[in-house]
């Protein structure tokens, strides 16, 4: 079973431009996140989609962050404008409800350099 | 809110000794647990979860962790570990479907 892709896998830009990320989740699974690994820390939700509708955003700056997931099945997260307190490594993982049980899966991850 | 503390920031071991890394979480509610490990240079892995059922559960390489509901606690252990085990580990939790919160992370650095 193909695992959770992400492109790019690296990413170098300036302050101020913008920059958008993909993932493709494990084929079948409902629901997509996307997650903010800042260097030495735990992953922090920024958004979770059930299918193509959103269940929280709430930890997501919407001023300079939009993602959507359209389908249902892709999901692109885009920055527009970058600052330099964007670095970090932005997962995406997917999950399949199975009775009581929800497993997310992790993609490899984009890791993103502000300059 | 739901909060996640991970104790140990780094780790070193020789080879063949006992592991055991320190996982609180801070939650009122039904919570589902997991343990994640990132080993240098890939993404992260599921270790081993629990949802409900024996508190003692084991998951893959020798892992197993306890979930004590009145400690509030799911501590990670392995009782020989190898150079191999090398890497990062993430203790997270939710509650029902929602997103994990993930502690700090553990560097673990297992010398041979």
């Known amino acids: 079973e193909a695992g959770v892709a992400q492109s790019p896998r690296y990413k170098i830009i300036e302050k101020r431009q913008s920059v958008a990320f993909w993932c493709n989740p494990i084929?079948?699974?409902?629901?997509l996140y996307w997650y903010q690994q800042i260097l030495g820390q735990g992953p922090k939700l920024l958004i979770q989609?059930?299918?193509?509708?959103?269940?929280?955003d709430s930890q997501l700056p919407k001023d300079r962050f939009s993602a959507e997931r359209l389908k249902g099945v892709d999901s692109t997260l885009k920055i527009q404008p970058a600052k330099l307190e964007d670095s970090a490594v932005y997962l995406c993982?997917?999950?399949?409800?199975?009775?009581?049980?929800?497993?997310?899966?992790f993609g490899p991850g984009t890791r993103l350099l502000v300059l | 809110a739901q909060s996640v503390s991970q104790h140990n920031h780094h780790v070193i071991l020789s080879e063949a000794a006992s592991l055991e890394l320190g996982c609180n979480y801070s939650?009122?509610?039904?919570?589902?647990l997991f343990w994640y490990v990132q080993y240098p240079g890939q993404h992260l892995q599921l270790l081993l979860k629990y949802f409900s059922g024996d508190p003692l559960v084991k998951g893959i390489k020798g892992f197993e962790a306890e979930f004590i509901k009145s400690k509030f606690s799911f501590n990670l252990r392995k009782p020989s570990v190898q150079w191999s085990d090398t890497a990062e580990y993430f203790c997270?939790?939710?509650?029902?479907?929602?997103?994990?919160?993930f502690g700090s992370g553990t560097r673990l650095q297992v010398q041979p």
């Open positions: 939650y009122g509610g039904t919570v589902n």
């Open positions: 997270a939790v939710n509650a029902g479907r929602r997103a994990l919160t």
């Open positions: 989609f059930q299918n193509n509708g959103v269940v929280d």
């Open positions: 084929s079948g699974h409902a629901t």
């Open positions: 993982a997917s999950s399949l409800r199975q009775g009581f049980e929800e497993t997310q899966y």
